[in-house]
């Protein structure tokens, strides 16, 4: 196979997105050979972007029947990202799944179970990870050159949405269509990053505020704290009612501080670890020397990113046996995190993490069965689709 042939699912704004990436050419040795939407209007519109020589179809059972594509990118709301997968491992195919890998994970864990029985690649669209500053915040991190980690602080609150946007489809921002709202739709490439670079947290405490600042049945504003094992905290913020917002990322450990902001990444090194100066120094308000670097990641020209990057990873991993960076089987530990998070909203308290999933799953429901909320959907002749260049939906 010298060409990976992919199948889109899903040509809403994510799936649009994509196809615009294939349709540019800076993808090698991949072809999008079929399109598949339930809505016959939309391929239409996939047709105008990825040319009149694919495939489309409104039923994707049909599409793996036909053998259409080798892979398929999985880009639909959220609750059917493991139903699709599953059947699709099930139907020989290599399989990227658009974030978030599901809504609860008791699902996830079931696709995994099929997925592993599967000799197909599994990928997960966090392209976050080709970023290179995240890359080197983790090489620094997980190599040990910030010492003993002591905290984790990301306040992402620039995922600033009108109640037009939350009008736009029927799906969004309720329980029954989406599961959940900034946690589930923007945040998943972050609480991905989180565990990627600092690890997974014990417990978590978490207060998530439902339509807060829109007319949504679901969270649009959350505050959250982990605890780790070691001792170390992390605390994250974020909201889609926030405007101009912040996006920084700030890591503390005994041997200094990482600063993701803006696009630079500030690199504070203690002369002295912490903890060794803390119990050595005589003077009792004497900080620890430093020193502070900051480090600027530009563009290579001719160089993929993002989304784009994921793809061609992912093909040339299952051309030529290269690395994944963004593993399906690596996604649980994000969706672990937001159930977590809702877990301890719903129940006021601080929760287990992973958090009990059949409890999560019993809550849920009860959420989407006792939900009075009447959605009001506003056609939109706008273009969405620019949003996914910011990793969001």
């Not at 196979?1 to 090698?28: D, E, P, Y």
């Not at 391929?43 to 105008?48: C, G, N, S």
């Not at 690890?199 to 780790?228: L, N, R």
């Not at 089987?329 to 969706?335: D, K």
């Amino acid at each position: 196979m010298n060409v990976l042939r992919f199948g889109i699912i899903g040509c809403g704004n994510m799936g649009t997105g994509h196809l615009r990436n294939f349709a540019s050419g800076n993808i090698k040795n991949v072809e999008v050979s079929a399109i598949c939407d339930v809505n016959p209007e939309k391929l239409v519109k996939a047709k105008e972007i990825i040319g009149d020589n694919v495939k489309t179809y409104t039923d994707y059972k049909v599409m793996f029947a036909e053998k259409a594509c080798d892979a398929v990118i999985i880009a639909t709301p959220h609750y059917m990202h493991p139903v699709i997968a599953i059947d699709a491992f099930k139907a020989d195919l290599h399989v990227i799944s658009e974030k978030p890998i599901g809504v609860y994970a008791n699902k996830v864990y079931e696709l995994y179970e099929v997925a592993k029985k599967s000799d197909k690649l599994f990928g997960v669209m966090f392209n976050q990870r080709t970023n290179p500053l995240f890359q080197k915040m983790r090489d620094i991190v997980q190599g040990g050159e910030l010492g003993e980690l002591k905290r984790l602080v990301w306040i992402i609150t620039d995922w600033y949405r009108t109640q037009s946007y939350y009008n736009s489809g029927g799906w969004r921002a309720t329980w029954e269509g989406e599961g959940g709202g900034v946690l589930l739709n923007q945040c998943p490439h972050q609480l991905d990053l989180w565990q990627w670079i600092f690890g997974m947290p014990t417990k978590i405490t978490a207060h998530c505020y439902e339509g807060k600042y829109h007319d949504i049945e679901v969270e649009d504003d959350v505050t959250a704290f982990a605890e780790y094992a070691n001792g170390a905290t992390a605390t994250f913020i974020s909201t889609t009612g926030e405007c101009p917002g912040t996006n920084r990322l700030e890591i503390s450990g005994d041997k200094g501080k990482l600063v993701a902001e803006n696009g630079k990444l500030t690199w504070t090194k203690n002369a002295v670890p912490e903890r060794e100066w803390c119990y050595s120094c005589p003077e009792g308000f004497k900080k620890v020397e430093n020193t502070t670097e900051v480090l600027e990641f530009p563009r290579e020209e001719g160089k993929l990113y993002d989304h784009s990057a994921i793809v061609q990873n992912f093909a040339n991993a299952v051309l030529f046996g290269e690395p994944l960076l963004a593993s399906g089987f690596e996604a649980i530990n994000g969706l672990q995190l937001s159930n977590a998070m809702f877990l301890s909203a719903w129940t006021n308290k601080t929760v287990d993490v992973p958090c009990d999933g059949d409890l999560f799953y019993e809550l849920l429901q009860k959420k989407i069965e006792n939900s009075t909320y009447k959605k009001t959907v506003v056609e939109t002749t706008e273009d969405i689709s620019g949003t996914y260049g910011n990793t969001n939906k």
